[in-house]
C-alpha cells in the first residue's frame, strides 16, 4: 500500500530489522517485526536485498505509524499468501479522545470537539460492546481504497470530494485495557481488511469527543506472536 504519510521513512532504524537471523520455515512464509517509520512495502524490499531473496510479498498492511507482526513470503512461498490473509489479528491500539484528524491517526490535521462530558470507565466498556457485534466500516479517507480507478488518498490530498462505501469486516473481540482521559488503549481481535484508525475514529464518534488513533501495535497474526519473529 503506497502511504499518504509525509516523511513516513525513518533513516534511524537498527539495520537488525531487516537480517533475519533464524532458519526460515520449509513453505517459505513466517512473520518478521516491523518497526514504526517506514511502510510495509518499504520494509520487505530492505529484507528482501539484505538476505539476498528473489522474490518477497506481505499477507497484510500494517500502517507506517505501527509497528508489529507482518507475515511475509519469500521465493516459492509468495505462491501462498493468499491462503493466509484471511488469519485473524490481534492489535492493542491507543486512542485519543476530544479530537478528531483528517487522517484518523496523529499525522493528521487535528480539530478539537465540544463535547458534554468526559465519558466514564462504564461509558466506554458500553460502547466497545456495540463494536463487537458490528459488521461494516468505512474505510479512512486517507486509504489505498479505490474510487474510480484512484486511490482515496490521492483525492483526499487534492481535496476532491468523494465517498467511500462501507467494507464488510469482523471484530471478534474488543476490550478495553487502560484509560485515563483522553487516552483509551484497547486490545482488539478482528477478521481481515479492518483499519484499526477508523475503528479510533468510530468509537470517538459515538462517544460524542471524537478521537484519533494515537498509537498501534499488531500483537498477533493467527498463532504468531511476538516470539515467532525470525528478525528479532
Not at 57 to 78: M, R, S, Y
Request: one cysteine or more.
Amino acid at each position: 500500500m503506497k502511504t499518504y504519510h509525509k516523511n513516513y521513512m525513518n533513516s534511524k532504524i537498527p539495520e537488525k530489522f531487516f537480517t533475519i537471523k533464524k532458519p526460515i520455515p520449509q513453505e517459505k512464509i513466517f512473520v518478521v517485526w516491523k518497526p514504526k517509520g517506514i511502510s510495509s512495502n518499504q520494509f520487505i524490499q530492505k529484507v528482501k536485498s539484505k538476505n539476498s531473496y528473489k522474490k518477497i510479498g506481505h499477507g497484510g498492511t500494517l500502517d507506517p505509524l505501527a509497528e508489529g507482526l507482518l507475515l511475509i513470503g519469500v521465493d516459492e512461498g509468495t505462491k501462498k499468501l493468499n491462503e493466509c490473509k484471511n488469519l485473524s489479528k490481534e492489535y492493542v491500539g491507543v486512542i485519543k479522545l476530544g479530537e478528531v484528524s483528517n487522517t484518523d491517526d496523529k499525522e493528521g490535521e487535528k480539530t478539537k470537539i465540544n463535547f458534554n462530558k468526559i465519558p466514564t470507565d462504564s461509558d466506554i466498556d458500553k460502547i466497545l460492546k456495540l463494536f463487537s457485534k458490528i459488521k461494516e466500516q468505512i474505510p479512512p479517507t486517507y486509504s489505498a481504497v479505490k474510487v474510480n480507478g484512484k486511490e482515496a488518498y490521492k483525492l483526499a490530498r487534492k481535496s476532491e470530494k468523494f465517498s467511500l462505501k462501507p467494507k464488510n469486516i469482523i471484530i471478534y473481540e474488543i476490550k478495553m485495557l487502560k484509560y485515563k482521559w483522553p487516552f483509551l488503549k484497547i486490545k482488539v481481535k478482528t477478521g481481515p481488511g479492518v483499519y484499526i484508525r477508523a475503528l479510533a475514529r468510530d468509537i470517538g464518534k459515538k462517544l460524542k469527543t471524537g478521537g484519533y488513533l494515537w498509537n498501534l501495535t499488531r500483537t498477533k497474526i493467527g498463532n504468531f506472536s511476538k516470539k515467532d519473529c525470525l528478525n528479532l
